[in-house]
Nanobody, 131 residues
């Protein structure tokens, strides 16, 4: 049974930093693609950064490129999202998701995971950027 657990969210001032963690159990990171999605109030959930550990591919949405860095620790089966220069518009619930298909980081972020069911999503962690 797969399980994904996010941690590291919180309240931060504009310009600050946070590091989110996604702890994965049930599948080795080398076999899957992990993505970070976020959903702000009134908006659809969207992929912002994804990583395919098997190939080293990463993908970043334009809105976070240059500010966020995704990385994976295969030994710990954890994926991190380092977020710097945070802006109020980064405020959202952040989810990690596992894509079990043979795919690319970009595909997962743009299209979503396959299969897409409740088992492949974490519960989410709130990030609030406010002064």
């Amino acid at each position: 049974q797969m399980q994904l657990v996010e941690s590291g969210g919180g309240l931060v001032q504009p310009g600050g930093s946070l590091r989110l963690s996604c702890s994965v159990s049930g599948f080795a990171l080398e076999r899957i693609t992990i993505g970070w999605f976020r959903q702000a109030p009134g908006k659809e959930r969207a992929g912002i950064s994804c990583i395919t550990s098997r190939t080293g591919q990463t993908y970043y949405a334009d809105s976070v490129k240059g500010r966020f860095t995704i990385s994976g620790d295969n030994a710990k089966n954890v994926v991190y999202l380092e977020m710097n220069s945070l802006k109020p518009e980064d405020t959202a619930v952040y989810y990690c998701v596992a894509d079990l298909s043979v795919t690319t980081a970009q595909q997962t972020c743009l299209v979503g995971p396959y299969p897409n069911n409740d088992d492949v999503w974490g519960q989410g962690t709130q990030v609030t950027v406010s002064s």
